[in-house]
């Protein structure tokens, strides 16, 4: 009867150690993958996003980032905000790649009704994929870009949802110069005695943090694909607000 008792707390004993170890070995396992994945969604993107800088004509310079795509006709390009693009006087902008070397490009086309802006690519340029799937909420995302002009890092976070906004920001001389609320999302109003211009449209918000120089960045699926354009971020906690993956799409296809 000892030997019994003995046997079964043997087998017990054993077959929780090695449920444990199992468990650990799993655990490990899923870790590693999840690293290794990252680094292949790192090595993959790297060479495909690039520091850009507009110079303006007050003399001042305004950095975002770009990462090339295909068109639905099959041209590789360049996409960034129009934001970024506009700041250009000229329709000319300065690439710097990841080596430091430098390029100029010139403007394509911008979007009358999304923040996007088109961009001649280098003849060697390797295009992201672009995805057919959009993040739900909960679904990790990453960002990759050059903020505030530095070298490409990214970061991470998880989508919360996809909303409606409407921003006003006062507008400067410069801005009603060269006439910065033209497009068919914005339209020019007096508040105070004072011009503003208020954008509209639809954003996928994300915890991902960002700092100024993001625009244009990646937004890109646990896969590694492209699932949206970077294109401002919260006031409140600096997050991440990205044009949905449905209107970048549009606008490689031409009908944005």
């Not at 919360?160 to 801005?175: K, L, N, V």
């Amino acid at each position: 009867m000892f030997r019994k008792i003995l046997r079964f707390l043997f087998k017990t004993v054993w077959g929780l150690t090695k449920l444990a170890i199992l468990t650990a070995l799993m655990f490990f396992l899923v870790l590693e993958g999840e690293t290794i994945r990252r680094q292949v969604i790192w090595l993959a993107t790297a060479d495909s996003t690039v520091l850009l800088f507009a110079h303006r004509a007050d003399g001042n310079e305004y950095s975002g980032t770009a990462f090339y795509a295909r068109t639905s006709n099959g041209q590789v390009v360049a996409i960034s905000n129009r934001h970024v693009c506009e700041e250009s006087t000229d329709g000319h902008l300065h690439i710097v790649f990841n080596d430091g070397s430098t390029a100029v490009t010139r403007i394509i086309r911008m979007s009358k009704k999304v923040d996007l802006c088109m961009l001649e690519a280098p003849p060697f340029a390797l295009p992201l994929r672009v995805g057919n799937y959009q993040p739900m909420p909960s679904d990790m995302v990453f960002a990759f870009g050059h903020p505030d002009g530095m070298p490409l890092t990214w970061t991470q976070g998880t989508v919360i949802g996809r909303t409606r906004f409407s921003t006003t920001e006062q507008m400067s001389a410069y801005d009603v110069t060269y006439n910065r609320c033209q497009w068919e999302n914005s339209k020019i109003e007096t508040i105070d005695g004072k011009l503003h211009c208020t954008e509209t449209g639809e954003m996928v918000h994300t915890t991902i943090p960002v700092d100024g120089g993001s625009s244009g960045s990646p937004l890109l699926d646990s896969y590694g694909s492209v699932a949206g354009v970077v294109s401002a971020m919260t006031t409140s906690n600096g997050w991440a607000a990205a044009i949905p993956l449905d209107q970048l799409k549009g606008f490689l296809g031409g009908k944005l």
